[in-house]
């Protein structure tokens, strides 16, 4: 069983920034996919970035420039740093861990942005 432990949400004024910090615990295979999700209310869950255990990046356009994802493989962290945010990045966000087709959620954490 793998555990995800989200930090760093809360509340920014636009254009500033935030870092969000995952720790996964438990029985972790070395080849995966870590990621961050967002969900704003009556909006579907989407992706805001990922990466490989072996480092490769996939960010969609709304934060490519702007959103930075990393990891440590002997620390099984992940963290997601947030520049020039917007107010329309307001959501609760979600760290995923996937090995092959099993995903893994954290509880998630908030992130406003005010305008």
């Known amino acids: 069983q793998v555990q995800l432990v989200e930090s760093g949400g809360g509340l920014v004024q636009a254009g500033g920034s935030l870092r969000l910090s995952c720790a996964a615990s438990?029985?972790?295979?070395?080849?995966?996919?870590m990621g961050w999700y967002r969900q704003a209310p009556g909006k579907q869950r989407e992706l805001v970035a990922a990466?490989?255990?072996?480092?490769?990046?996939n960010y969609p356009d709304s934060v490519k420039g702007r959103f930075t994802i990393s990891r440590d493989n002997a620390k099984n962290t992940v963290s997601l740093q947030m520049n020039s945010l917007k107010p329309e990045d307001t959501a609760v966000y979600y760290c995923?861990?996937?090995?092959?087709?099993?995903?893994?959620w954290g509880q998630g954490t908030q992130v406003t942005v005010s305008s």
């Open positions: 438990g029985t972790i295979f070395r080849i995966n996919v």
């Open positions: 995923n861990l996937r090995v092959a087709s099993v995903g893994y």
């Open positions: 990466i490989t255990s072996e480092g490769s990046t």
